[in-house]
């Protein structure tokens, strides 16, 4: 069975953990989450929480402000991790297991560079800003393979530019709406069937001349879908109006061939365009099909009375999909198949759970850490721990044993 299947698979036991454990989790799922997805709202600091006190019940302990620098390792297994803690002293701790989840590659641009070409420079980063590839670093180092959908992710569209952009801004700047539009390239073309949604149309647009695309509709998307909750919790909000205040270059005008225009000062290709919405149009009308090599949805449904807008839009980058090769226990592969003795990885720093389409990142989380601290959790139990953790350094140089 693959990880998606079986991620699915162990949605309801999940679900079921976390009631059991006192967290709320709503009775009923949200359905239509980003059109296609069911969800059911929970409360994530009580999970993390819970997660916290069992460690702590069970004679653990959690550290916070330390970065993993390296894997410990001997000739045959991961044996430990060295840390920079907060007060810059390095510690090495001992284990029998370790479980990587630094959350993705998103903020290494060298890596996303690799994985995504020249445009990653322009991906916006919507995430923490913690998360730089260090998993998959060091489960590389260690000897782990990776996976396919390396240029895949997970962000939404932008609007260009924005004056800044900080966590506040990440849900209202987003334009979930965007499925609803005619998405045009800087040559005026389109490249992606507009019904996709949001989520996928981020990343076409990524591959984009200078990763920039242009978001065009009509007054009665403007009063529906842009203002609209793009699913349950997200709140009503004039989208388009944030768009603007926050910096966005965007058209207004009675007309579509004066938006046109407009948008031919941007340096849009007029005549292109001028080609690209008379054949949308067309093939909307006629329920749908291909215009110029691109679907046109049977939903599809062309501009038609103004005012009409546009929005030039940018990508973002939330986390990655590709990353860790492992198994649905959590264990990390090699490049053959084989598993990395004392190795694990869970959440976005692992791939292989979806490739190019979104499947959540919470549940995912939560789940695939039930599977990698299940597995570490058994191998640590017969390992012997001949110690806690060293300070090897105390980050001005000196090297001293704190045992
Ligand atoms: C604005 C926004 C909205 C979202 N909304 C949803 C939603 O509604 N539903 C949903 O399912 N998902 C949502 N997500 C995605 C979800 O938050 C992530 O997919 C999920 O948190 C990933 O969990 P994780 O444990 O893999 O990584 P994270 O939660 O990112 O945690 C990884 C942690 O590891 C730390 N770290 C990195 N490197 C090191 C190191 N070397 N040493 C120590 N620590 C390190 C990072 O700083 C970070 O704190 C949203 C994300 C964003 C940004």
Known sequence: MDLGSRLVGDYEEALAELRAAGVRVAGEPKQDIMTFGIGYSTDIHGIL??????????????????????????????????????????????????????????????????????????????????????????????????????????????????????????????????????????????????????????????????????????EFVRSTEVLEEPFPG???????????????????????????????????DRDQL?????RYAEVAGHGGGTADGVTVSASARAPQNGPFYALMVQPSITFTFGGIRTNARGEALDHDGGTVPGLFAAGADIGGLSNYGYAGGLAPGYITGRWAGGSAAERAASFVRNESYAVVADGHGSERNAQ
């Open 49 to 218: 929480a819970w997660c916290r006190d069992q460690v702590l019940a069970a004679g653990g302990e959690t550290t916070a402000g330390a970065v993993v620098t390296e894997l410990v390792r001997d000739a045959r297994a991961v044996t430990g991790v060295l840390v920079r803690a907060a007060d810059g002293r390095r510690i090495r701790y001992e284990a029998g297991a370790v479980v990587l989840a630094s959350g993705g590659f998103q903020g290494d641009r060298a890596e996303l560079t690799r994985s995504i070409g020249p445009n990653a420079d322009r991906l916006v980063l919507r995430s923490n800003p913690g998360s730089v590839g260090d998993g998959l670093r060091l489960a590389r180092a260690a000897g782990t393979g990776g996976t396919t959908a390396m240029s895949t992710f997970y962000g939404h569209l932008l609007p260009y530019p924005v004056h800044s952009f900080e966590a506040e801004n990440y849900l209202p700047y987003s334009q979930y709406y965007s499925g609803s539009t005619v998405l045009v390239n800087l040559q005026g073309k389109r490249f992606a069937d507009e019904t996709d949604g949001d989520e996928l149309l981020n990343q076409a647009v990524t591959f984009q001349p200078q990763a920039r695309g242009v978001l065009i509709f009509d």
């Open 234 to 268: 997200l709140g009503s909000i004039d989208r388009l109006g944030i768009a603007i205040e926050a910096g966005g270059k965007h058209a207004v005008a009675q007309t579509l061939p004066e938006l046109v225009d407009i948008l031919a000062g941007w340096g849009v």
């Open 274 to 278: 001028y080609r690209t919405m008379d």
